[in-house]
């Protein structure tokens, strides 16, 4: 079975200023991580994604994460916030085996983002 | 760029009704998802569908729900009975394989149970 943390709800950064999200998980097999961002009222767009090759993973509009086993981790960062990142992100976890794919998702983090 | 759509955007029933949630998936691909968000919760998984049948569902996809794909385009989901705890956004999603493949996201259909 596989879980998803994100740690804070909400996180308000300055535009320019570094944005951290944070994400842990728990499988029980090798897993496959995703964030994705979801703009009010639209769906969900991957960001980036973590197959097993390299552990830091870049992904669209600037955003990187880095997959550390040892911590269970797989945080996402931005170096300079943008007025335009503002959204709610999502972290996800699907198992690799035999699973048909299905995504366990976090409960969010709405990134706000001040002038 | 092709993308997953999702028909109606927003419905609303009464409460017994059945309902019928549409989706056309990217043509080539190969599996087929239903996710569910309650209005400030997080994204829950229903089901899945690879070769004409489901592969996985949770505990909440229970009798009242059901998925097909009635043609070589579409995949519907099917609510029987609608409850009020049914009120969400449901999300179609389909990828081209498993193992770590991308699943694309359609923009979703609120649906409103009174």
């Known amino acids: 079975a596989q879980s998803v943390t994100q740690l804070g709800s909400h996180v308000s950064v300055s535009e320019g200023a570094l944005v951290l999200l944070r994400c842990n998980y728990s499988?029980?097999?090798?897993?496959?991580l995703f964030w994705y961002v979801q703009y009010p009222n639209q769906g969900l767009q991957l960001l980036l994604k973590?197959?097993?090759?390299?552990?830091l993973v870049k992904g669209i509009n600037g955003f990187e994460a880095e997959f550390k086993k040892s911590e269970t981790s797989f945080h996402l960062t931005k170096p300079s916030a943008h007025m335009s990142d503002a959204a709610e992100y999502f972290c996800?976890?699907?198992?690799?085996?035999?699973?048909?794919?299905?995504?366990?998702f976090g409960q969010g983090t709405i990134l706000t983002v001040h002038p | 760029e092709p993308e997953v759509t999702q028909t109606p955007s927003h419905q609303v029933t009464q409460m017994g009704q059945e309902v019928i949630l549409r989706c056309v998936p990217i043509s080539n691909h190969l599996y087929f998802y239903w996710y569910r968000q309650i209005l400030g919760q997080k994204v829950e998984f229903l089901v899945s569908?690879?070769?004409?049948?489901?592969?996985?569902k949770s505990e909440i996809f229970d009798d009242q729900f059901s998925v097909e794909r009635p043609d070589g385009s579409n995949f519907t989901l099917k609510i029987r009975s609608t409850k009020l705890e049914d009120s969400a956004m449901y999300f179609c999603?389909?990828?081209?394989?498993?193992?770590?493949?991308?699943?694309?996201f359609g923009p979703g259909t609120r649906l409103t149970v009174t």
């Open positions: 569908f690879y070769n004409n049948e489901i592969s996985e």
């Open positions: 999603a389909s990828s081209d394989r498993t193992g770590g493949g991308t699943q694309y």
């Open positions: 996800a976890v699907s198992a690799g085996g035999t699973s048909y794919g299905k995504l366990t």
């Open positions: 973590y197959t097993s090759a390299a552990t």
């Open positions: 499988s029980s097999v090798p897993p496959y």
